[in-house]
């Protein structure tokens, strides 16, 4: 069993890591072992996205490839806005990371002794490795098992994280408080890692798990840091849509393998809207599903069309992809004798947390690594199977990490609080369920231009609303060195379910304001207003504060201004 934080252990580490996917968990692996690491992580260790990553990890080892040919198609993917050198460093890093999951137990799938490798949309060669169809399971099956391993790494568990404590008149983090069994308290340390994964559940259709609220991005944003391209999201073209049914994905690697993506007639209608039909990068069958619903049919907000793998032999299917017959079975889907019905949902984010090739932010001590991160690896549309590649090397610059001393704070003060703010929570679940169907509505697939004004202004007035709650004002006044002690049962719930909201609401704010400034189409966000792809934007948007500006696409030229 992983260890707990004892109430007795002093509430001071080196690091302290904010998330356990792939990013954290590496992240955790990567730090030096003289370092005392927490691992803190809002579910149990093994509930992010990582965990339900399908297709695999791509990384060019085969004779026939090279890592040029991998940076080239990562580049397109792009369109524009991948940093040459991020990605350079990317793709070049990239067989010594396989070569250390193998090292360390992970079992992906061979072909006779070599490691098997399959082909995934806007990739050149087969590339991807896996493991049948659980690929992110099995990565973390293994690292989670190493992190327990480790002396040097305390597992904070069902906490959630929720401001960073900063250095009084220092640009310098010291420290995170959390929310955890039933206390709030603040910890100390030198660098504070966020590996917080994306934030899915902004949107009503998403493949997201439900701890994918954003939290890393808004609470740095909060403490000031650079954040950058946050209007950059990707909807995957084929999340499972059967009424009652979790928007499980279906993964690339399906389509790679051979299966059709096809409409009501049976058309493989895709190629319709690109010449690579449904291997076209993800945004754009995602826009090609969106609009041929909107041709075809008179509802489609509810209407899907049809993942067809009958043409693939059915050995083939059991071998690489048990875990979608599974999941399609429970459903009442026999992907032998039906097509799968999909549509598009919210998957990855592409924007986050602005940091360098050393994983540093803004802030000194701050570190962001895998989605929660703009690393300037994916641009403005991310390759598949890309993003555990970022997220293991990334993570591993860590092990060069340079730990400045912690500074001086005085030990807490305990308060306890018998508060309970029961008649507030029902308005806060309100908005926390009618959010997502406006960002759906109106910074989903397509956009435009009213649509994302009218629902900032829908933000902004939630957002000032809950401003003069009291619980919201709770939250917002906890002092560093302040331990409170919940005496409420319903207390912590209730907390939990505003810090959420409140972390959602600040996304939306930040991606509608990202997505009505950029004025054209590209990648992930399209504008039926602006529906071509303007030279003048080949930039990154950036945001600190309520502040937007331009950068090149390119790290340097951002280290050249100082915003690291």
């Known amino acids: 069993m992983p260890r707990l934080k004892s109430p007795n252990i002093s509430p001071h580490f080196d690091v302290i890591v904010v998330g356990s996917g792939a ?3 590496y992240a955790a692996l ?5 370092l005392q690491i927490a691992l803190v ?3 149990t260790i093994n509930m992010g996205s990582s965990n339900y990553a399908q297709g695999g990890i791509a990384a060019a080892i085969d004779p026939s490839d090279n890592p040029t040919l991998h940076l080239e198609d990562t580049l397109k993917a792009g369109v524009g806005l991948c940093d040459h ?3 350079k460093f990317m793709v070049e890093n990239a067989p010594e990371a396989i070569a250390h999951l193998v090292e360390m137990g992970v079992a992906f799938d061979r072909k006779g002794e070599k490691l098997a490798m399959t082909l995934e949309a806007a990739h050149s060669r087969s590339r991807v490795l896996h493991s049948a169809d659980t690929t992110g ?7 989670v098992s190493k992190v327990l391993e480790r002396s040097n790494i305390l597992i904070i568990s069902q906490a959630v994280a929720l401001n960073l404590w900063l250095a009084p008149q220092k640009n310098r983090v010291q420290g995170i408080s959390l929310l955890h069994r039933n206390k709030i308290e603040w910890l100390k340390c030198s660098a504070v890692v966020m590996a917080t994964g994306g934030g ?6 998403t493949t997201n798990p439900e701890v994918s609220t954003g939290d890393g991005v808004a609470i740095a944003w909060r403490a000031g840091a650079v954040v950058r391209d946050l209007e950059f999201f990707q909807f995957h073209p084929t999340a499972l849509t059967k009424p009652g049914a979790p928007r499980f994905l279906i993964s690339e690697a399906v389509r790679g393998e051979g299966a059709h993506l096809i409409d009501e007639k049976g058309n493989r209608f895709a190629f319709e809207y690109h010449p690579a039909g449904e291997l076209a990068p993800r945004d754009v069958v995602s826009r090609a599903i969106f609009y041929h619903l909107h041709k075809t049919t008179s509802d489609p907000t509810h209407a899907h069309v049809y993942l067809d793998l009958r043409i693939l032999a059915p050995e083939r299917i059991r071998y690489r992809f048990p875990n979608i017959i599974n999941v399609c079975q429970k459903w009442g889907i026999d992907v032998f004798q039906e097509p799968i019905p999909v549509a598009p949902a919210a998957h990855y984010w592409m924007g986050g947390i602005a940091c360098d090739l050393m994983s540093q932010t803004s802030i000194r001590g701050l570190y962001a690594i895998g989605e929660t991160a703009s690393t300037g690896v994916h641009g403005a549309n991310r390759l598949a199977s890309n993003s555990l590649l970022e997220c293991l090397v990334f993570a591993a610059q860590l092990s060069q990490i340079e730990i400045e001393p912690n500074l001086v704070a005085p030990d807490s003060d305990v308060f306890q ?4 703010w029961d008649g507030e929570m029902e308005e806060i679940q309100a908005i926390r369920k009618m959010l997502p ?3 759906w509505e109106s910074a989903g697939i397509s956009r435009h231009g009213d649509m994302l004004n009218q629902a900032l202004y829908q933000v902004n007035r939630w957002r000032d609303n809950l401003a003069s709650f009291e619980i919201v004002k709770f939250l917002a006044n906890v002092l560093p060195n302040q331990r409170i002690e919940l005496n409420s049962a319903n207390a912590e719930e209730q907390l939990r379910i505003t810090a959420e909201t409140m972390n959602l609401l600040d996304l939306g704010y930040l991606i509608l304001k990202s997505a009505g400034w950029r004025t054209e189409s590209r990648g992930g966000h399209h504008r039926n207003d602006y529906p071509k792809t303007s030279n003048d934007w080949d930039v990154h948007t950036l945001v600190q504060g309520d502040r937007l500006w331009k950068s090149p696409t390119n790290i340097k030229s951002e280290v050249s201004k100082k915003i690291f």
């Open 23 to 25: 990013a954290g968990l």
């Open 30 to 34: 990567c730090l030096p072992t003289h």
């Open 41 to 43: 992580t809002k579910n």
């Open 85 to 87: 050198e991020a990605v």
């Open 137 to 143: 399971r099995a990565i973390i099956d293994t690292l």
């Open 200 to 205: 899915g559940q902004i949107f009503a259709q």
């Open 417 to 420: 609080v018998d508060y309970d």
């Open 437 to 439: 169907s406006l960002m």
